[in-house]
């Protein structure tokens, strides 16, 4: 099994930035990690992904302030929000997923909150 645990949350200004950390119990043999969110009252969404290759992938509505990253020596994935938005508010969840002997593993998340 993989464990999840999240980091970083917070409450920032509209403008600031903020560091998501994702440390996972083992980054062996998962072949893709990223970050989603749910806001109250909306469906969990993709905000960013990686994959084992290091290729990544945004949604468009966080493309150019937020970066996603990998350390696989840390077991650690993170997000770097810059330019943050009050309608970024949102629980953030890390994800790990593996195609090979298929599994799907979810952290507890993180709050987010970006005033105006």
């Known amino acids: 099994q993989v464990q999840l645990v999240e980091s970083g949350g917070g409450l920032v200004q509209a403008g600031g930035s903020l560091r998501l950390s994702c440390v996972a119990s083992?980054?062996?043999?998962?072949?893709?990690m990223g970050w989603y969110r749910q806001a109250p009252g909306k469906q969990r969404e993709l905000v960013a992904v990686?994959?084992?290759?290091?290729?990544?992938n945004y949604a468009d509505s966080v493309k150019g302030r937020f970066t996603i990253s990998r350390d696989n020596g840390k077991n650690t994935v993170y997000l770097q929000m810059n330019s943050l938005k009050p309608e970024d508010t949102a629980v953030y969840y890390c994800?790990?997923?593996?195609?090979?002997?298929?599994?799907?593993?979810w952290g507890q998340g993180t709050q987010v909150t970006v005033s105006s």
């Open positions: 083992t980054i062996f043999n998962i072949n893709i």
């Open positions: 990686t994959t084992s290759g290091g290729s990544t």
């Open positions: 994800n790990a997923k593996r195609t090979v002997y298929v599994g799907n593993w």
